[in-house]
């Protein structure tokens, strides 16, 4: 099976401006997470996707927002960008239960 | 709440010797623990996890964890470290009282282990 993908890999975008990210999981997996990764923040829940409905959120500002499409893709937006949303963001599904997830390379992105 | 605490930002070791990473947890009822390894500019990949079962959990890459409840600690050990194995590592954890599966999972800050040649 093809692992997690992640769109783009990389992205610079300015202050004030928005972005969406892109998220595939491994087919057959309805659960799908975001994380963001700093160095100084260590690893932070965003929110998790199941069927479509976000049934976990972190402590993230309204600015952060995601969805789930029937075919179990995710995006992430991130909207009026600050300097301090740059960040590794990682994508990772899971099958139905409590196994681990698997993860995907990340988008990195940088806010200038 | 839940939670997960890895003590030591960087652990250095010498190839060949014995490698401990250290992982202490909070949860409400029993946990799920995993723990997963970060290789630069990467995602993090699976190791190993502990559900239910034997207390000594293997894993890949030859690494294994010791599940201690009364200590509430789920490190991860090696007995023989590889310079390969020099990377970040995260310790995770799922609460076990919504049995749905519906609670977030909950990563430490992870450890940075470096294996000296």
């Known amino acids: 099976k093809a692992g997690v993908t992640q769109t783009p890999r990389y992205l610079i975008k300015t202050r004030g401006q928005q972005v969406t990210l892109s998220c595939s999981p491994i087919?057959?997996?309805?659960?799908v997470s975001w994380y963001q990764q700093t160095p100084g923040q260590g690893l932070q829940f965003l929110f998790e996707?199941?069927?479509?409905?976000?049934?976990n959120k972190g402590n993230f500002p309204g600015r952060f927002s995601g969805r789930q499409f029937s075919n179990s893709r995710s995006e992430m937006n991130v909207s009026t960008l600050e300097l301090g949303d740059s960040a590794l963001y990682l994508c990772a599904s899971r099958p139905e239960g409590l196994g681990e997830q698997y993860f995907g390379p990340g988008t990195r992105l940088t806010v200038t | 709440a839940q939670s997960v605490a890895q003590p030591e930002d960087q652990v250095n070791v010498a190839e060949g010797n014995p490698l401990t990473v250290k992982c202490t947890y909070s949860?409400?009822?029993?946990?799920?623990l995993f723990w997963y390894v970060q290789y630069p500019n990467r995602g993090l990949q699976f190791l190993l996890k502990y559900i239910t079962g034997d207390n000594l959990v293997k894993g890949s890459y030859g690494f294994e964890a010791e599940f201690n409840k009364s200590q509430t600690s789920f490190h991860l050990k090696k007995p023989s470290a590889l310079v390969s194995d020099s990377a970040l590592y995260f310790c995770a954890v799922r609460d076990r009282a919504n049995s749905g599966g519906y609670q977030k999972v909950t990563f430490g800050t992870g450890t940075k282990l470096q294996v000296i040649p």
């Open positions: 949860v409400s009822g029993n946990p799920y």
């Open positions: 087919s057959g997996h309805r659960s």
């Open positions: 996707y199941f069927s479509e409905t976000q049934r």
